[in-house]
């Protein structure tokens, strides 16, 4: 037995929901989060949350 963790759901909803919207969108958003001091994934994260 294997358990599945919350943060690997949500990691999972997350590619699938990336790959619907398409590249052109996350490109977009990953060149904005570089601006930011900190630009990582937590970036996506944020953005990711935001539109739900």
């Not at 919350?6 to 060149?31: F, S």
């Amino acid at each position: 037995m294997f358990s599945i963790t919350q943060t690997e759901i949500c990691e999972t909803l997350a590619l699938i929901w990336y790959r619907k919207v398409g590249m052109a969108c996350v490109v977009r958003n990953h060149l904005n989060n570089m601006r930011l001091k900190n630009a990582s994934m937590l970036g996506l994260d944020v953005y990711f949350i935001g539109k739900h």
